[in-house]
């Protein structure tokens, strides 16, 4: 498991969860399963652990992992598909509640190390980045046949790039010779559409539109308001939802959809008394999101854009 992630927050994660209360868990996105194996190991037996992920070579590592620290009287057990579609997924094996779900959202440390896979801007590989190695759409799909405006509405409003208008034009002009295949060529595209400013900033200056293609490669953001409420339904009164982050589009509708249903409320705050009996679902857990410390930031540095929110249900 050395070419996947460590994972982040793993103390902070763990003290949400409490899994050694005991119980049905599920970690809906496996990745490395870094976090899942240490749900797994302080679960007392009687308790039930599922693991799901769209990527199946996490999952076949996963178990690989898994094997060598199996316990009796503890069950484990992988899903092949997406947390968004959890509730389904957990009801065909007779599931319908458990008492902590973990998401660990975005793309994992190996995903980006994999070179094939397309993730990154850092190595020269086909334009993929595809969570689900079987599904069909993938980046070289965005980057070769979405039209100019949409490309710019995606760059600009995933990866909150100012510089969109002019990347989106410069990808358009550049296949009109022939497809963009590899991500080499496309961070090149980019780099040459910037001004020259922006070419010395920290971070890469290929990050955000990369980022604005995986999440429309995998849909990671359409519906994601709708499978946290599913997610949190499927909990026990008590049961605990851990969300880590890593861009503030995440963040937002991961805060706002906690907020919601803390405070369902939509009588007129002036009103002496609630009318539209909407009461409480969750209590949530995390005022401000918590982030990582600087050690685990220099141990890990992918844990920089970290944030971590939790939410009980009432």
């Known amino acids: 498991m050395s070419s996947y992630h460590i994972p982040i927050m793993l103390n902070e994660v763990m003290e949400l969860l409490k899994p050694n209360r005991g119980g049905l868990f599920v970690d809906g996105t496996l990745g490395g399963g870094g976090h899942s194996l240490e749900i797994y190991k302080a679960m007392p037996k009687g308790s039930r652990l599922f693991c799901i992920d769209r990527d199946m070579e996490a999952i076949v590592e996963a178990s690989r992992k898994f094997s060598t620290v199996l316990e009796e009287g503890k069950e ?66 965005v980057v070769n046949t979405y039209e100019e405006q949409r490309l710019k509405e995606i760059i600009s ?47 890469h200056p290929a990050k955000r539109t990369f980022q604005a293609i995986r999440i429309e490669v995998n849909s990671e953001l359409n519906g994601l308001e709708e499978a946290l409420n599913s997610a949190i339904d499927l909990l026990n009164p008590g049961g605990v939802i851990a969300v880590i982050t890593f861009h503030s589009l995440e963040d937002r509708i991961v805060k706002q959809t906690f907020a919601k249903l803390q405070n369902p409320c939509t009588c007129d705050p002036k009103a002496p008394i609630c009318t539209c009996n909407k009461k409480p679902v969750v209590k949530v857990l995390t005022k401000k999101p918590v982030v990582a410390t600087r050690g685990e930031i220099i141990c890990n540095p992918r844990a920089r854009s970290a944030k971590l929110r939790g939410a009980e249900k009432i």
Request: aromatic share 8%; with cysteine.
């Open 76 to 141: 484990f057990c992988t899903i092949h598909g997406n947390f968004f579609e959890m509730k389904e997924l957990l009801s065909k094996i007779s599931v319908t509640k458990v008492d902590g779900i973990l998401l660990d959202l975005g793309v994992s440390s190996h995903q980006l190390d994999e070179p094939k896979r397309g993730f990154s801007y850092m190595q020269n590989a086909p334009l993929d980045m595809r969570m689900d190695t079987s599904a069909e759409f993938s980046a070289y799909d």
């Open 157 to 203: 409003n995933y990866g909150e790039e100012r510089y969109a208008g002019r990347i989106a034009k410069a990808i358009a002009a550049a296949r009109e010779s022939k497809p963009i295949g590899t991500t080499s060529e496309l961070v090149e595209i980019i780099k040459a559409a910037m001004p020259k400013q922006a070419l010395h900033e920290n971070q």
